[in-house]
């Protein structure tokens, strides 16, 4: 089984900083990509940031220059380093991973998992 526990999550001042982490775990062969993902309520889930194996970023026009992605390979982990945080951006953020896995014998395509969301909160 793979879990993606996010965490860093919570209430913050416009303008202020929150760092979100999303630690993947289970029979892990390789992870293709990594990213951030915000759903609002009534709105579709939107692409934050994510990042591939190579180190390739993509962020949303909305957060360019304030957020930055990155990840620890050896932890399975992806980061999410939000500045100057805004209003708007206030809503729920779930992590996703693009992973092959290994079942024993031999490994798996490739396949998106999604954390359970952790809640980012802006307001004075």
């Known amino acids: 089984q793979v879990q993606l526990v996010e965490s860093g999550g919570g209430l913050v001042q416009p303008g202020g900083s929150l760092r979100l982490s999303c630690a993947a775990s289970?029979?892990?062969?390789?992870?293709?990509?990594m990213g951030w993902y915000r759903q609002a309520p009534g709105k579709e889930r939107e692409l934050v940031a994510a990042?591939?194996?190579?180190?390739?970023?993509d962020y949303a026009d909305s957060v360019k220059g304030r957020f930055t992605i990155s990840t620890d390979n050896a932890k399975n982990t992806v980061y999410l380093q939000m500045n100057s945080l805004k209003t708007d951006d206030t809503t729920v953020y779930y992590c996703?991973?693009?992973?092959?896995?290994?079942?024993?014998?031999?490994?798996?395509?490739?396949?998106?998992?999604w954390g359970k969301g952790t809640q980012v909160t802006v307001s004075s």
């Open positions: 996703n991973a693009d992973l092959k896995l290994w079942d024993g014998l031999k490994t798996t395509g490739i396949t998106g998992y």
């Open positions: 289970g029979s892990i062969f390789s992870i293709t990509a």
């Open positions: 990042i591939t194996s190579g180190g390739s970023t």
